[in-house]
């Protein structure tokens, strides 16, 4: 008895951090138990990191921001760098080229049957006087189209009523257009198509600046940080 008092003394209070982690092409879930209160974990060892994201200048933008239902200001757009922690007590987190272009669009009417890309183009530089176009995303197939996935989801509202609804939700990506680590304009055109023919076109036109991480960081930091 005396024993098992112990071990319980020693994980009480303590959270318990699940990481995903890719190793070898495949999903590793690893335990981690990390103090209360959101201290630092006790995990030794140290990663490499060499990262990078792309950040949507707003400013300067229209169109493709995420959590705006369609079909006026097109699917959300995200740009996917393969960002990938290998190792367990140290490693290192890593983004690979190329890169993806990422969408994703919720229909809430549930009136959307396809969504179809028709342009898309990526310049790099776009100000500066040595701008180029990407040739991965001009060898692409278009017009490309993707179908809706019906969700249906149920819900209790007032006086105990069920309430039953269904959306649609379109999402997918473009792999292997992004070439650079540099700001790129991306303008893509497309159209949604309702479930009666009705062409709903938009147009999104977006910067995007990279951002850079390049440093040695403590095992416990990186992962209490996934």
């Given at each position: ?34 103090p ?52 367990l ?9 190329p ?37 991965a ?55 949604f ?8 076109p ?5 910067y ?18 996934k």
């Open positions: 008895m005396k024993k098992s008092s112990v071990n319980v003394g020693l994980i009480v209070g303590v959270s318990v951090l699940v990481l995903l982690l890719a190793v070898g092409g495949g999903v590793v879930a690893v335990l981690v138990l990390a209360p209160g959101g201290g630092p974990s006790p995990i030794g060892g140290t990663f490499e990191i060499d990262t990078v994201t792309f950040e949507l200048d707003q400013g300067r933008s229209r169109g493709g921001l995420s959590g705006i239902d369609p079909p006026s200001s097109g699917p959300g757009i995200r740009i996917d760098t393969n960002t990938e922690l290998r190792g007590y140290g490693g290192t987190v890593k983004s690979t080229k890169y993806a272009i990422g969408f994703d669009a919720t229909d809430s009417a549930g009136d959307m049957d396809r969504l179809e890309f028709t342009r898309i183009e990526v310049t790099y530089n776009p100000d500066a006087a040595d701008a180029a176009i990407e040739p995303v001009e060898a692409l197939e278009l017009p490309r189209a993707v179908g809706a996935r019906e969700i249906k989801t149920v819900n209790s509202g007032t006086g105990g009523r069920i309430i039953r609804s269904t959306v649609r939700v379109f999402s997918g990506e473009f792999a292997g257009v992004i070439t650079r680590d540099e700001p790129f304009r991306l303008v893509i055109e497309g159209r198509i309702t479930q009666d023919g009705t062409d709903v938009f147009t999104i036109d977006q995007w600046e990279p951002r850079f991480e390049r440093a040695t960081r403590p095992a416990g930091e990186v992962l209490q940080d």
